[in-house]
């Protein structure tokens, strides 16, 4: 990051973030985004309206003192010259107690526009909600206005009216003004004509609204009860506002109404202010001690919010998956993504924060220092203790599943706070002391936990790139058309109840997997990848349960034993072998190859950071997202839950194009039919199946070829445009999903689709066997499909809860049973058509499907055990429901406690299925 960027990031940054937020959610509030842009300028005017009042305060202070000396400094300067005549005004000065610094203050006003105007111009010519969009007279928002053509000549009469708002405005303000003052004031209002003048009407629009409210400001603050007039206009706006959102344009959920209702009635507060005739309060009197306690808490305050805001909630994000955060083909550390968020937040908190709290007068201050203060702490609990179970997260900081904000939970959560500023507002008013002590212990607490993230995430982000050293390299598939091959993919989360519904929306798949024979009474003994993987790639002396029972060893060990298993036994059998992506060896993320380095007749490879998905700027459009992101996902985690789905903005963090941007990192939905963008997750798993025809090497050795491949298409899903199921930069599958409500399987049966997450997964399944499908029809033209067998299986199902009667509700949690039911597809040699086969199977069976009939009585190497499968012949099954997925927290000897369940008989019935309990 160059210095003018952390510049701007530190300065500019949070103003930018501030204008999009309220831009966002406005505009998600009226649905208008010229309306929204009307709400823009209101909110910023507010929020700033005490700035510029204290702003002109002081030059208007500094005009009349400057003004009361102009005598005694003329005399001076006509009587007295050269070094005397500078002592002499010194001392002058001093006599008035006013410094020559203080000449300053009447620019204060314009030195804030600068900032202001520059975030503001950022953020609205560079909007592409605007582009093409129309708003009463204005054709184009995102174009210059245009809106009156003279003599062929046409004119953009926006920038005008502004400036004619703006001469108006000052010519009521700066009545009485000396001619110096005057003149610099109309000379900038001719520069903002020139700059915005073939600017877009959108920012035009919006800096003619300030410019109407500063006239209006002038306006009322020349009357005797300017208080009285403002309140009725914003009673009058209220009313109005409650009568369009709640009545005519209904706003569609309880929470946005009454959102909307509070924030329209606080706007009576100003008639009621003006209305109550209260005793002027004297102003605020305070020791030079108290004013110096008083700054140094709310500094304390500030800087405790930046640095939880800014480093500590970003660096243990990333330090809990180091390598998610880690492009491989062109490595950065992670900690630039810190920096990033650390600008920001301390541009917020230590900067403009401040700006705030030392424009303001002693009252202001107090209030501020209290208001920060409690900020500070209630940050910390909204951290710590709530909002902590959302789920699994990913590199772009989506949850898995969107969160739930329950009513209870956000009740719970005001209580708490409120209770917590009560007895804060109590110590703040006998000793202020003890909450300074306190907000300073809360920084020495949270600097020391964020320097050790920022150590482990440059130890790890070290260890990322010596492990992914090589690993990189483009993996090569020969394939041998005299020898028999063996193929296994394991598709992660792959869902096998989809397959027959897939099947029959797409018949060319019936072809595409002619020789497969479909298991749907499958099980897999694990609801996440580190419990099912292992009996997937070593059969059944590796599900949970067994791997327990040798608990003098580490899991780590059992794991790696696992993903050793089919390549050693393979390459012993004089088979070429082929690993790709062994999921979590070493119990590395990413993985660790290294565990293949003493057996030589094995290639192993990484595929799945990106190594055909490069080209389109993926990575650096990511790092952009991250970059921003951080610190509005700081902001949410540290927010009342009341606030956390607001800010939340299902993982888009309110960014204001998200839904007209097709970013090439995020897919940002809306509904279950249309979304713009593409997710990065998704392409790097996507873009392998695409490929494998073009890694394949087809030879005429007499070898054999083993291969293992892991891929998360299915994992990472995102919406695809229909009938083709293929990434877009923007998918509208309205129609089709309108005349597809109901998906069938050709039995009889239907399924209807109604949640994002059952209709991502759905479309990435049928993705993935479509791509896998055009790899078939590859071997089967080049001769390769009769001599290979082919085992398409998955770790574990997903829990999209399409069917209530699979689904038990323990310890108050609802269990979708189906997350245990993974996808299990066979093709043996010469074997034709597509058939089903209802036998009781498992996915620690594939290790023996793969070795039928090739190697002849296989032995584990690393037990001496022969292999079976009798086990599932030995009565129920003991599978583990459990979360614990992070094989760096749940990586002792045996597996952290998790429900376990016994099943005997289909898996697809609930009355298979019995609880046993946490253990």
């Known amino acids: 990051m160059s210095f003018g960027s952390a510049l701007y990031q530190l300065l500019i940054g949070p103003l930018e973030l501030m204008f999009e937020v309220i831009f966002a959610i406005a505009d998600r509030l009226v649905g208008n985004h010229g309306i929204a842009i009307i709400f823009l300028s209101l909110a910023i005017n507010f929020l700033v309206l005490p700035l510029y009042r204290r702003a002109d305060a002081l030059q208007r202070?500094?005009?009349?003192?400057?003004?009361?000396?102009?005598?005694?400094?003329?005399?001076?300067?006509?009587?007295?010259?050269?070094?005397?005549?500078?002592?002499?005004?010194?001392?002058?000065y001093r006599q008035h107690d006013y410094k020559q610094t203080d000449v300053f203050k009447g620019s204060i006003s314009l030195l804030l526009q600068i900032p202001f105007f520059t975030a503001a111009y950022r953020f609205l010519s560079g909007l592409q909600l605007l582009k093409g969009m129309s708003f009463g007279p204005i054709a184009d928002m995102g174009a210059p206005d245009g809106m009156l053509t003279l003599f062929g000549l046409t004119i953009n009469v926006l920038p005008i009216l502004m400036t004619a708002i703006n001469y108006v405005s000052a010519a009521i303000y700066m009545k009485g003004f000396p001619f110096k003052s005057k003149l610099q004031t109309y000379l900038l209002a001719l520069v903002f004509l020139v700059l915005l003048y073939n600017s877009p009407a959108g920012l035009v629009f919006y800096w003619t609204l300030n410019n109407l409210f500063s006239l209006l400001k002038n306006v009322f603050y020349k009357m005797k009860r300017p208080g009285l007039v403002l309140g009725g206009i914003f009673s009058a706006v209220s009313v109005f506002g409650l009568l369009y959102t709640l009545v005519l344009r209904p706003l569609p959920t309880l929470r946005m109404k009454l959102f909307v209702a509070v924030i329209l009635l606080a706007l009576q507060l100003p008639l009621i202010l003006a209305l109550r005739k209260a005793p002027a309060k004297a102003p605020l009197k305070l020791t030079k001690a108290e004013v110096k306690q008083q700054s140094r808490g709310f500094l304390l305050a500030c800087l405790f919010l930046a640095v939880l805001t800014g480093v500590l909630i970003p660096s243990a994000v990333i330090h809990d998956s180091t390598s998610e955060f880690v492009n491989l083909i062109t490595p950065r550390s992670p900690l630039n993504y810190v920096l990033s968020s650390a600008l920001m937040a301390a541009g917020t908190f230590l900067i403009w924060f401040e700006i705030f709290y030392h424009l303001a007068d002693a009252r202001g201050r107090r209030v501020l220092g209290f208001a920060v203060t409690a900020m500070a702490c209630c940050a910390a609990v909204n951290y710590l203790f709530f909002g902590t179970e959302f789920g699994m997260i990913s590199s772009m900081l989506r949850y898995d599943l969107d969160p739930v904000f329950r009513l209870r939970d956000m009740a719970i959560n005001a209580a708490v706070l409120l209770g917590l500023c009560a007895l804060l507002y109590l110590v703040w008013k006998k000793k202020q002391a003890l909450l300074r002590i306190l907000i300073a212990a809360l920084c020495f607490v949270t600097v020391g936990m964020s320097a050790v993230n920022l150590v482990g995430i440059q130890k790890d982000y070290r260890e990322t790139v010596r492990l992914a050293n090589g690993s990189s390299e483009i993996p090569k598939i020969p394939l041998s058309r005299d020898g028999k091959n063996v193929v296994v993919i394991m598709l992660d989360r792959a869902m096998d109840w989809a397959f027959p519904y897939l099947v029959a929306e797409k018949p060319e798949l019936e072809q595409m997997f002619s020789g497969f024979t479909y298991y749907p009474n499958t099980l897999s003994y694990g609801a996440f990848t580190n419990f099912g993987v292992p009996g997937i790639y070593g059969g059944y002396e590796y599900t949970p349960e067994e791997m327990n029972r040798r608990s003098d060893e580490p899991l780590v060990k059992k794991h790696n034993e696992a993903l050793l298993l089919m390549p050693e036994l393979f390459s012993d059998a004089g088979y070429r072998v082929t690993?790709?992506?062994?999921?979590?060896?070493?119990?590395?993320?990413?993985?660790?190859?290294?565990?293949?380095?003493?057996?030589?007749?094995?290639?192993?490879?990484?595929?799945?950071?990106?190594?055909?998905?490069?080209?389109?700027?993926?990575?650096?459009?990511?790092?952009?997202?991250?970059?921003?992101?951080?610190?509005?996902?700081?902001?949410?985690?540290?927010?009342?839950?009341?606030?956390?789905?607001?800010?939340?903005?299902n993982g888009s963090y309110n960014r204001a194009d998200a839904a007209k941007t097709a970013d090439v990192s995020v897919q940002t939905l809306d509904g279950i039919s249309r979304a713009t963008g593409t997710s990065k997750a998704f392409m790097d798993s996507y873009t392998v199946l695409e490929h494998l025809p073009d890694i394949t090497r087809i030879d005429g050795s007499a070898k054999g070829t083993f291969l293992i491949l892991a891929n998360e298409t299915t994992h990472n899903p995102m919406l695809l445009q229909e009938p083709d199921f293929v990434p877009a930069a923007r998918v509208d599958n309205t129609a089709y999903d309108s005349a597809h409500a109901l998906r069938a399987d050709g039995n009889g049966n239907t399924v209807a689709l109604t949640t994002e997450d059952q209709m991502i997964h759905y479309q990435s399944n049928m993705a993935a066997l479509l791509k896998l499908g055009a790899w078939f029809n590859y071997l089967r033209a080049n001769g390769l499909y009769d001599n290979t067998r082919i085992i398409i299986v998955s770790d574990h199902g997903r829990n999209t809860h399409l069917d209530p009667s699979m689904e038990v509700e323990v310890g108050g949690n609802r269990i979708d049973l189906m997350i245990h039911q993974p996808l299990l597809l066979v093709k043996d040699f010469d074997s034709e058509g597509l058939t089903t086969d209802e036998q009781f199977m498992t996915n620690a069976d594939t290790p023996l499907l793969a070795m039928e009939g090739l190697?002849?009585?296989?032995?584990?190497?690393?037990?001496?055990?022969?292999?079976?499968?009798?086990?599932?012949?030995?009565?129920?099954?003991?599978?583990?429901?459990?979360?614990?997925?992070?094989?760096?927290?749940?990586?002792?000897?045996?597996?952290?406690?998790?429900?376990?369940?016994?099943?005997?008989?289909d898996v697809r019935d609930r009355d298979s299925w019995t609880y046993l309990g946490l253990y």
């Open 61 to 92: 202070e500094q005009r009349d003192k400057a003004a009361q000396m102009k005598d005694g400094v003329d005399h001076i300067k006509k009587t007295f010259s050269g070094n005397e005549r500078f002592l002499i005004l010194q001392t002058f």
């Open 579 to 649: 690993v790709c992506d062994p999921p979590y060896a070493n119990y590395r993320m990413p993985t660790d190859l290294s565990i293949y380095r003493d057996l030589p007749g094995v290639r192993a490879y990484s595929t799945i950071h990106g190594t055909f998905n490069n080209e389109n700027g993926a990575a650096e459009n990511a790092d952009k997202l991250r970059s921003r992101n951080f610190f509005c996902y700081s902001l949410f985690k540290s927010a009342p839950l009341l606030l956390q789905k607001t800010l939340y903005d």
């Open 855 to 905: 190697i002849e009585n296989p032995v584990n190497p690393f037990t001496g055990k022969a292999l079976t499968n009798e086990a599932k012949y030995d009565g129920a099954q003991h599978v583990i429901f459990s979360s614990k997925w992070d094989v760096r927290e749940n990586n002792g000897n045996t597996f952290a406690a998790g429900r376990w369940f016994a099943v005997d008989g």
